[in-house]
């Protein structure tokens, strides 16, 4: 069980460093201008959302579902605090899903956002870690 968490717990730690620094690469692609910097923005994207950020993603919620199996899910039933934390790992699975489609229309130079934008979407996931910890170590309710 503690094997469970501690490889939980590494991929979140991989799968938020992605969540953190590929929307801060969106920022610095979206000012760009010149062809050479807007080519390796590409290749720097592309490697990060598929090397890193999604398999840290995919084994997170392996790790995760294999605790809650592992316990039994009935123990978690009655907790709101559980609901909420999936809840809110729902909503960041989305976010990450659009960060991709973000890299496809990069990709094909089809971005239609600011830089400005990026650095306001680039602190939702810091909003998701605090609740999320916080429920998973708190326990609230």
């Known amino acids: 069980m503690l094997w469970l968490k501690a490889l939980h717990l590494i991929f979140m730690v991989t799968w938020f460093a992605g969540l953190f620094y590929l929307p ?3 920022v610095y692609h979206a000012m760009s201008t010149d062809q050479t910097s807007i080519d390796r923005f590409k290749i720097m994207e592309r490697k990060l959302f598929f090397g890193i950020m999604t398999p ?3 084994l997170t919620l392996i790790f995760g579902t294999g605790i809650l199996l592992m ?3 009935e123990i978690y039933a009655g907790n709101l605090w559980l609901h909420i934390k999936l809840g809110c790992i729902i909503l960041l699975i ?3 899903i659009y960060c991709g489609k973000l890299l496809i229309d990069f990709k094909h130079d089809a971005n239609r956002h600011s830089h400005v934008w990026y650095r306001m ?3 939702i996931p810091v909003l998701f870690l ?5 429920l998973a170590v708190v326990r609230p309710f």
């Open 94 to 96: 989305i976010y990450h």
């Open 130 to 134: 605090f609740i999320i910890v916080i």
């Open 121 to 123: 979407f680039n602190e």
């Open 24 to 26: 801060r690469l969106y």
């Open 71 to 73: 316990n039994g899910w």
């Open 56 to 58: 840290g993603a995919i």
